[in-house]
């Protein structure tokens, strides 16, 4: 299961749980060292983690302002960094709705009775920038149906 899953949330729960030499950790079943490598690329590049010394051909990794942020959140990293980047441009309220509707699985379910009616509705809610567009002209809609 380890060597199937996207292990940057684990990855980024360990250094801020104090485990700075990941790539020397020793898993039940370790992955593969490209992939931890990844995922610590994908971590640096998220700017939440800073690359320190190398420790016995490793490098250790402690987690900066951003990370420590980060790590309060549950959700993903790039989640995480979403919400704290949405506050600098203020969209917050539509990364939070974004960010919650991602955190679903089929957000959005049309009984086969009422597609005829309900996939026209739908279709109206469309908008050419895509699904996380539609998402929050989903909840205006809602919100103004009142």
């Not at 995922?39 to 640096?44: A, E, F, I, P, S």
């Not at 993903?76 to 939070?96: A, G």
Request: net charge negative; with cysteine; charged share 20%.
């Amino acid at each position: 299961e380890i060597t199937c899953c996207d292990l940057t949330g684990l990855i980024l729960e360990m250094i801020a749980i104090g485990v700075s030499d990941i790539e020397g950790f020793s898993f039940f079943e370790s992955p593969d060292v490209r992939l931890m490598r990844m995922y610590l690329d994908k971590l640096l590049s998220l700017q939440c983690v800073k690359k320190m010394e190398v420790l016995h051909d490793h490098f250790i990794y402690t987690l900066n302002d951003i990370g420590l942020k980060m790590v309060q959140f549950p959700c993903n990293p790039y989640s995480s960094k979403l919400i704290l980047q949405s506050i600098e441009y203020s969209c917050s309220t539509e990364i939070l709705l974004i960010v919650s509707f991602l955190s679903l699985y089929d957000v959005i379910f049309i009984p086969i009775e009422k597609q005829p009616h309900l996939v026209e509705l739908f279709n109206s809610f469309e908008g050419v920038a895509g699904d996380h567009i539609l998402y929050i002209n989903i909840l205006k809609g809602w919100v103004n149906s009142d």
